[in-house]
Protein backbone atom coordinates (compact mmCIF):
# COMPACT_ATOMS: atom_id res chain seq x y z
CA UNK A 1 0.00 0.00 0.00
CA UNK A 2 1.22 3.57 -0.82
CA UNK A 3 1.50 6.42 1.74
CA UNK A 4 1.26 9.58 1.63
CA UNK A 5 4.51 10.59 0.61
CA UNK A 6 4.60 8.26 -2.46
CA UNK A 7 1.20 9.52 -3.39
CA UNK A 8 2.73 13.11 -3.20
CA UNK A 9 4.92 12.06 -5.98
CA UNK A 10 3.14 10.48 -8.00
CA UNK A 11 0.83 13.07 -8.15
CA UNK A 12 3.18 15.97 -8.76
CA UNK A 13 4.40 13.64 -12.26
CA UNK A 14 1.16 14.27 -14.04
CA UNK A 15 1.23 15.74 -16.67
CA UNK A 16 -2.10 17.30 -17.50
CA UNK A 17 -4.35 17.26 -14.71
CA UNK A 18 -7.18 17.63 -16.62
CA UNK A 19 -6.64 14.04 -17.92
CA UNK A 20 -6.83 12.51 -14.48
CA UNK A 21 -9.38 12.04 -12.08
CA UNK A 22 -8.96 13.93 -8.66
CA UNK A 23 -8.48 11.44 -6.01
CA UNK A 24 -9.74 11.85 -2.17
CA UNK A 25 -5.92 13.28 -1.24
CA UNK A 26 -5.88 15.67 -4.32
CA UNK A 27 -9.70 17.12 -3.15
CA UNK A 28 -7.97 17.83 0.59
CA UNK A 29 -5.02 19.29 -1.25
CA UNK A 30 -6.82 21.63 -3.15
CA UNK A 31 -10.16 22.71 -0.35
CA UNK A 32 -8.00 22.34 2.90
CA UNK A 33 -4.45 22.78 2.14
CA UNK A 34 -3.19 23.03 5.74
CA UNK A 35 -5.43 20.20 6.73
CA UNK A 36 -3.42 18.54 3.81
CA UNK A 37 0.06 19.65 5.33
CA UNK A 38 -1.19 18.13 8.71
CA UNK A 39 -1.41 14.94 7.46
CA UNK A 40 1.49 14.62 4.93
CA UNK A 41 3.73 15.87 8.45
CA UNK A 42 1.90 13.12 10.42
CA UNK A 43 0.73 15.09 12.87
CA UNK A 44 -2.92 14.07 12.85
CA UNK A 45 -5.28 11.04 12.07
CA UNK A 46 -6.96 11.10 8.70
CA UNK A 47 -10.40 9.98 10.32
CA UNK A 48 -10.74 12.92 12.93
CA UNK A 49 -9.23 15.87 10.65
CA UNK A 50 -12.64 16.51 8.97
CA UNK A 51 -16.59 16.69 10.20
CA UNK A 52 -18.83 14.45 8.80
CA UNK A 53 -20.11 16.61 6.68
CA UNK A 54 -16.68 17.71 4.96
CA UNK A 55 -16.03 14.11 4.67
CA UNK A 56 -19.20 13.87 2.60
CA UNK A 57 -17.96 16.92 0.17
CA UNK A 58 -14.74 15.65 -0.35
CA UNK A 59 -16.13 12.41 -1.38
CA UNK A 60 -18.61 14.04 -3.17
CA UNK A 61 -16.32 16.19 -5.11
CA UNK A 62 -13.96 13.10 -6.00
CA UNK A 63 -16.38 10.54 -6.87
CA UNK A 64 -17.89 13.56 -9.04
CA UNK A 65 -14.68 13.89 -10.73
CA UNK A 66 -14.81 10.58 -11.75
CA UNK A 67 -17.79 10.46 -13.05
CA UNK A 68 -17.09 13.66 -15.39
CA UNK A 69 -13.28 11.53 -16.68
CA UNK A 70 -15.69 9.04 -17.33
CA UNK A 71 -18.25 10.56 -19.06
CA UNK A 72 -15.06 12.30 -21.17
CA UNK A 73 -13.75 9.29 -22.34
CA UNK A 74 -16.99 7.84 -23.61
CA UNK A 75 -18.08 11.24 -25.91
CA UNK A 76 -14.12 11.24 -26.94
CA UNK A 77 -14.61 7.16 -27.66
CA UNK A 78 -18.15 8.17 -29.42
CA UNK A 79 -16.65 10.98 -31.74
CA UNK A 80 -13.48 8.89 -32.65
CA UNK A 81 -15.37 6.16 -34.62
CA UNK A 82 -17.17 8.89 -36.89
Known sequence: ???????????????????????????????HPEKYRLMLEGKTCTATLFSSEEWLDIVTKSRNSYKNHIQGIKLARKYSRH
Open 1 to 31: MKDLADYRRLSSKKKRVHEFPEGILDVIEKV
